[in-house]
């Protein structure tokens, strides 16, 4: 009877203390979560993650811009869109979030603290697709996918925003058809030019961020069809292939005047995502759904994967 008393006082020892230090395990311990949702019927379009592990998305359907803790994957609606879409997105070590308008040919910065809209630009009157971003050289940068031409956000002592934007015009290899052009917009890895991807004829251009003249990336024949969002790491580009449901990973020489498509990842649970963009050495990116008749009720997420 003693030896069974102490065998159990000896095990409720032990699990007391076992208790005591899973409780003491840090909380980023945890797993984070490789799908999670956004709200019904919000229409994601755009991702940019940063400072920290929140990520930003806006929706095409009224431009509300939705923040979730990567952590949890648990979120809420920051900023109330103006009724026009935010598409692509991106953040800056200010708290600052740059969001092209789309078809509301505008640009705005919110902040991301307070979702107050820090400043609105008018890029374009009439039609027009402002479609994606990038923060390079000083700089906010805009693609238009209806219009040959890249609006400039010269930003100023301490990032000061300015009081307009500047038009560059594109000009050289790229030229404009029917349907979706230029839209996502990266560094090259030389961080000398800017690259675009034309979605309707799927070519990778490289831009010089001064005068706008494009030449055509030497892909050694490959083609970026339905080419979106696009992420640079080192010398590799990431081009998210929208309704291909496909990532397509390219090694770029040092310059970006050629590269390869060395592989492309896929995913069960991809459902025309639309870009990309990393934390903690993954890629995050949402489900625009675009083959999907929306509804207020339309489910919408989230997804994970490895690069």
Do not use: C
């Amino acid at each position: 009877m003693v030896v069974r008393m102490r065998s159990a006082i000896l095990k409720t020892a032990l699990s007391a203390a076992l208790m005591v230090t899973l409780a003491g395990l840090p909380a980023q311990a945890a797993t984070k979560p490789g799908t999670f949702p956004l709200p019904n019927g919000f229409q994601p379009e755009g991702i940019a993650i940063g400072p920290g592990p929140y990520a930003y998305f806006g929706s095409r359907v009224d431009g509300d811009v939705y923040r979730a803790d990567l952590r949890t994957g648990k979120g809420s609606v920051i900023s109330q869109g103006p009724g026009t879409p935010s598409l692509g997105m991106k953040t800056d070590g200010r708290g600052r979030l740059f969001v092209a308008g789309g078809t509301g040919g505008d640009a705005r910065v919110v902040d991301v603290r307070t979702g107050k809209v820090l400043k609105s630009y008018e890029l374009a009157t009439g039609t027009s697709f402002v479609n994606d971003v990038i923060l390079f050289g000083g700089a906010a940068y805009f693609t238009d996918s209806a219009n040959p031409v890249l609006y400039k956000l010269d930003l100023g002592r301490g990032g000061a925003l300015p009081d307009e934007a500047v038009n560059i015009p594109l000009s050289g290899d790229i030229q404009y058809t029917t349907g979706n052009n230029a839209n996502g917009i990266a560094p090259s890895p030389d961080g000398k030019s800017l690259l675009i991807v034309q979605s309707n004829t799927g070519k990778l251009f490289e831009v010089d961020p001064s005068t706008g003249v494009t030449a055509e990336v030497d892909l050694g024949g490959e083609v970026l069809t339905n080419g979106d969002g696009l992420l640079l790491s080192g010398r590799t580009l990431y081009a998210v292939l929208n309704r291909l449901n496909t990532i397509a990973v390219i090694g770029l020489s040092r310059d970006a005047s050629s590269g390869e498509v060395v592989r492309r990842i896929t995913d069960d649970r991809f459902d025309v995502p639309t870009t990309v963009a990393s934390y903690g050495h993954r890629l995050y990116l949402p489900n625009a759904r675009f083959t999907t008749t929306p509804t207020p009720d339309t489910t919408y997420d989230v997804v994970s994967v490895k690069p």
